[in-house]
């Protein structure tokens, strides 16, 4: 119960606010975004997601594109880009056509010449085996000479010819197994010496089997030898004459984009020349005519070391094997006497003989192709002078068969291994003929590959340089204009 005031003065209202606060409502919970909203309520915005760097700096880029300074930089990359790329690319093409060139010139061609040697050297021997043992007993000192010379020759060439190989190649293989086959050829080559000259009959077998082992063992690996050498000599070729198509449209592409630049520049200044621009386009000019002109005459060069040297070799090589084996054969159509025959078309003939028709004509062939081949006076006479003794060593073939088929072998003997008037003297001139010929075609060979491989000496370093030259220029050109900017 409330008690009255005990005064009689009414009290003041109060002006304050309640001592007892109203009732809140209850609010509503946070509004899902993809859900349905009420009314009255706005959806809230989606949060942005972080953009990379990378498209923070595409942005940028494309923000300052739109200005010019952006834009002259940009160009200013471009034209460095390019220049530097032009330069890199004709080094390194120019540098690996280098490198193939010279190959020809210093391991290729040599080792190919190298290859035949060995195989000249081989049928040679043969040849002077079997000269010195229709001889018997007097066999001359000259003839042993040549017989160990030639052994020695195509020992040196093995040896150099495994120096040059790659191991586990084929020409490894086949260098391998000639080094084998030679000792045991020289072995039988000796039994039938030493038999020979003590009248036992036994001496013509271990010859016969000799030349065997050469013509079906021998000879043929010096044969698959010169042929891998052959290979990679026009392998080389291969690489050393292609245009270099990838810097020439470079070298194209940068020069097109210098003159751009410097037409834009001259539109929006009225400038006719900008000198970092102009020194870029000269040095890009200049690599680009070295690089076609420099190419150019090296193509030419090799070109011509091929058509007129290498290929002119390859005849005169082929012709001098050919001239060996007939000579060998020649020898041992004696030795045998009858012993081996072979029939052709249902006619029987002397083995070796056939063999002999059938070189002598591989011979004539030949030496037609080198005659074709031969450009200059020089070359055309070795080659004539072999025509001449083949000629000559036909007939007097010819006449020596004659002789033996009539029974009177020691006739045909003296026609074969006399003195002069024998085949052996009409062999020896086309050897030496064939001898001097190469000695020309391989100065020729030389002279031509190596104007084709000193044509691009210095491009490759030249280019490099002239191409960083070039990029400073581009980049100094633009660098003025924007200096105008600041």
Sequence with gaps: ?????????PA???????????????????????????PGHAPQPRPRPRRTAFAEGVDRLRAAATTEPGRLRAIGAVLALLVIAFGA??????????AAADDVLTRSQPLTSDAADIYRSLADANTAASSGF??????????RERYEKDIRTAAAGLVNAAANSDPGSPSAATIAELNRLLPEYKGLVERA??????????????????????????LPAAQKLYITEKRRLSADYADATPYPWAAIALGVAALAALAWAQHRTYRRTNRVLNHGLVAATAATTVVLLWLAIGHSVARAQLHDSRDHGVRSLNALHDARIASLKARGNENLTLVSRGAQTTKVDGETYDAYDYDFRQDMKTLQARLGEAGELADDEAGERPVSTAVGGMTEWNKRHTAA??????????????RVIGGKGTTGECFDNVDAALADAIAHEEREFEQAAGGGRDAMTG????????????AAGAVLGIGRRLSEYR
């Excluded at 229709?134 to 003839?143: F, H, N, P, S, V």
């Excluded at 088929?405 to 003997?413: D, M, T, V």
């Design 459 to 470: 491009l490759p370093a030249g280019a490099a340089t002239l191409a960083v030259l070039g």
């Design 134 to 143: 229709l001889a018997g007993g007097q066999e001359t000192r000259a003839t």
């Design 193 to 218: 010496r030493t038999y020979n000259r003590q009248g036992f009959p036994v001496g013509g077998a271990y010859l016969r089997y000799a030349n065997e082992k050469m013509q079906q063992e021998m």
């Design 89 to 98: 690319v004709t080094a390194w093409q120019t540098s690996d056509r280098g």
């Design 12 to 38: 003041p209202p109060r002006t304050g606010p309640p001592t007892t606060l109203p009732a809140v409502p209850a609010q509503p919970g946070p509004l899902d975004p993809t859900g349905p909203h009420p």
């Design 401 to 414: 068969r004659e002789q033996d088929e009539n029974g009177n072998y020691q006739q045909a003997l003296e």
């Design 1 to 9: 119960m409330t008690q009255p005031p005990r005064s009689g003065t």
